[in-house]
């Protein structure tokens, strides 16, 4: 029973002033939240502009090191610093190629002497003025002779620089300097959806004395060419301080403009310049937070119109109704638990998708209804890429919030009537109903571009593909079961094929995972009975056609296939797990062969095994290197791992500090396959690399190929430049042999002087090689 005392508090007037000071308070709430929400927006975007910006600044100064490196070691380039002549030199149309065909955009070279001296500009005549005297750069590289990548102000402009010592007969006779602008910056970013006006700090003006736009705001020089009018007038009404002032970005209501400043910092750790970054306000995607402030104000004006109506129905009812409508409201939250309940049973905990429960009766339901109406059902049977890999480099924690970010963008990639669900762990499936193979493309295109956009979580950039696989009602099967084994089936075949790809079921896939399962238990068979076989390719010293070393390689000899190459075997053996065993045993029996030769005085240089990168992942492999090493009793600098250019660039910090322990061991390391990838010039490094294996695909076509020639010539500098050793792979043809010769790699591996050998055959090369 309600009591007197309790109905007074529940009367009407408390109830309505109550409502009022709801409203109002609501409203300052929400105009508050809305105002944050856009602030966090804001600062989001600017967070982005800025990283973008610095990522390009970034890249163009490794870009432009990577061009100089080469140069220093042009033989024209050595002779004319050498020479005092400069006729045969025309960097000027170099710089029109590397315009043309690369993003290296106004980029400009000059040759400084050893003394200082300007010996040769590309872009004008002006020669022999005494650099050291006005540039400290210039001065430190007289002092002490190294590799400068800068940003600094010139009297033309301000610029990257990149300068690197040249040098004669270990004799230090000058450098070369490239030079380039901020237009291709200036592009880039404008390609992304951003407009900025570049200004040189105020300090520089007496610096600029032949400025090549000669625009200025202020003090404060602007350098870049392409600028908006209309934004440049913003900035000159507003003033410069106005913008480079601590405020992390200011928004122009007026000209609906989101502006933000980046401040490039010089050597000296000051401001050179400022970045002043524009972004359309039209072009910001407001929708969610639209959707925040709507639920907002519902909720707000529902809770309002509920306590005026509780009001005026306390004011005409009775004690009896309002016992009535409290058993009423208990029935209500009753049920709504029941209803959580059943959603909590039907739907994933993280994702908040339908589970594998509730997707198998939603495919059961299409099957039914697509019977009856004479139409197909798409099976989408998706497979997250490197999804382990996140969870061990990261935690756990940030793989759930990427596997939510990952949901909420399928979820805006299918149509109503369709379903996605997460079916366990980083698999999902939709289900699309009355769909043919061109709409099903279509989506699968459409996911597959959705996830080439990067997932920010944590402040982490994550980067991940779906391999998918696709099966249809009632070509690929009549059952919920069949469907989704097949769609799996078709789901691994693109796995296997590359992954970030889809792959249509067929027969056929049946026939391969059956014979998957064969080859799966015949390599088990292989690792116990022990049917594996070493082979070894020589590696020859050109210049004196000595061996310096052997590459252990495998084969398997099945007792009824025979001879069975390793690419039939080994990236299968990856994917399963074998691949540890047979790299020991492969390390073993090399080794211990190797050492039996060696006993019997015969040469052989150093051991190369290849390594995969479960071995490296491995706990426990530096150990049992370590422990292999004193059982058989090989010098460990007898040995050389053989590593893949993509496993350097994985680069985790256990990949890392496995290769260290190896180093400590006494064990040099080489990378093969160099150049097929894009490792990062600090990769190289930091990393304990000692050699660079020059991948066959660059040697096949020397030396006719240009391309592969400048390629060749540009790691075989790198190479010297980084003081690591060199070893060319795949030489076929005295042609190839001596080209490499004359371009400074003289250690050579290939048919050209012998293919992979057995044990016996191995001996008698080393024994006329010796």
């Known amino acids: 029973m309600i009591s007197k005392k309790e109905l007074n508090f529940f009367s009407p007037k408390p109830l309505i002033l109550i409502s009022i000071i709801w409203l109002v308070v609501g409203f300052i709430f929400i105009t508050s939240k809305v105002e944050t929400l856009k602030s966090e927006k804001y600062q989001n975007l600017t967070t982005e502009a800025h990283d973008k910006l610095k990522t390009l600044i970034n890249e163009k100064k490794e870009a432009l090191l990577f061009v100089t490196l080469p140069l220093a070691n042009d033989i024209l380039i050595k002779e004319a610093l050498a020479k005092r002549n400069i006729q045969r030199l025309n960097l000027l149309k170099f710089s029109d190629n590397l315009s043309k065909n690369t993003s290296l955009k106004g980029t400009w070279f000059q040759l400084i002497s050893s003394d200082g001296k300007s010996f040769y500009r590309s872009w004008i005549d002006k020669r022999d003025d005494d650099l050291s005297l006005i540039r400290d750069d210039v001065a430190e590289m007289i002092r002490n002779p190294h590799v400068i990548s800068s940003i600094s102000a010139g009297i033309f402009d301000i610029t990257f620089k990149s300068m690197v010592p040249i040098y004669k007969n270990d004799n230090f006779i000058g ?43 202020s003090d404060y020089y602007v350098a870049n060419s392409n600028y908006n009018k209309e934004h440049f007038e913003i900035v000159k009404t507003k003033g410069i301080t106005h913008f480079l002032n601590e405020m992390p970005f200011h928004v122009n209501e007026e000209k609906n403009k989101l502006i933000s400043t980046y401040h490039l910092m010089g050597v000296d750790d000051k401001e050179i310049a400022y970045f ?23 909720f707000l004006f529902s809770f309002f119109v509920f306590l005026i109506l509780l009001s005026f129905y306390i004011y005409f009812t009775n004690e009896r109704r309002e016992i009535q409508q409290r058993n009423i409201n208990l029935q209500k939250k009753v049920q709504t638990a029941a209803n959580e309940l059943e959603h909590l049973s039907r739907h994933d905990h993280l994702t908040n998708l339908p589970n594998k429960t509730l997707l198998i009766d939603r495919l059961e339901h299409s099957i039914n209804v697509a019977s009856k109406n004479g139409q197909k059902v798409s099976i989408l049977f998706l497979d997250l890429d490197r999804f ?17 970010d990952i949901s909420r963008r399928l979820k805006k990639l299918i149509k109503e009537e369709d379903t996605i669900g997460r079916f366990g762990g980083d698999e999902f499936i939709i289900i699309l109903n009355n769909s043919n193979e061109t ?42 079961d069949i469907l989704i084994r097949n769609a799996d089936t078709a789901m691994y075949e693109a796995k296997s094929n590359g992954k970030n790809r889809y792959q249509f079921y067929d027969k056929k896939m049946t026939e391969l995972a059956f014979e998957r399962t064969t080859l799966e238990s015949n390599l088990r068979k292989a690792i116990q009975n022990e049917e594996f076989e070493v082979y070894f390719q020589p590696k020859i010293d050109a210049r004196v056609d000595k061996v310096i070393g052997l590459e252990a390689l495998i084969r398997w000899n099945h007792p009824e296939l025979g001879l069975i190459p390793p690419v039939k075997f080994i990236p299968f053996a990856e994917n399963i797990g074998l691949i540890i065993e047979i790299d020991r045993w492969m390390m073993r029996e090399a080794a211990a062969q190797v050492l039996l030769w060696k006993k019997e005085n015969i040469v052989c240089g150093k051991l190369s095994i290849n390594v995969s990168a479960k071995q490296l992942e491995d706990d426990n492999y530096v150990e049992f290197l370590s422990q292999k090493i004193n ?21 985790s910090l256990h990949v890392t500090s496995t290769l260290n322990a190896i180093r400590e061991l006494g064990i040099s390391i080489s990378v093969d396959d160099f150049g097929t990838g894009y490792s990062s010039l600090s990769y190289l490094k930091r990393l304990p690399i000692d050699k660079l294996k020059i991948d066959r695909s660059f040697v096949k076509d020397l030396p006719h190929d240009k391309d592969d020639i400048a390629i060749v010539k540009t790691i075989i500098a790198l190479a010297n430049n980084l003081s690591l050793e060199l070893i060319a792979e795949g030489v076929e043809t005295k042609e190839q042999r001596d080209f490499l010769l004359s371009e400074g790699c003289h250690n050579i591996q290939g048919y050209f002087y012998s293919k992979p050998l057995k044990v016996n055959e191995c001996r008698e090369f080393l024994l006329n090689y010796m």
Do not use: C, W
């Not at 059982?631 to 680069?651: A, N, S």
């Open 276 to 298: 002043i970054i524009f972004q359309d306000l039209d072009a910001i995607d407001f929708s969610s937070i639209s959707r925040v402030r709507d639920s907002l104000i519902f």
């Open 388 to 404: 382990k890999e996140i969870n061990d480099t990261y935690n756990h924690e940030v793989g759930d919030k990427l596997l939510q």
């Open 175 to 217: 450098s070369i300097e490239a030079i380039s602008n901020f237009d291709s910056i200036d592009l880039k970013m404008r390609d992304a959806g951003y407009e900025i006006i570049f200004l040189a700090d105020k300090k520089y003006k007496k610096l600029l004395i032949e400025p090549s736009k000669k625009t200025f705001i």
């Open 631 to 651: 059982d058989i009793g090989i010098d460990p600098k007898d040995l050389e791992i053989e590593i893949t250019e993509g496993l350097i660039m994985k680069h």
């Open 439 to 480: 709409q099903t493309v279509e989506v699968v295109t459409n996911i597959m571009s959705a996830m080439s956009e990067p997932f920010n979580v944590n402040k982490v950039k994550l980067h991940t593909t779906f391999s998918i696989g696709i099966s249809i009602f009632p070509d690929d099967g009549n059952s919920r």
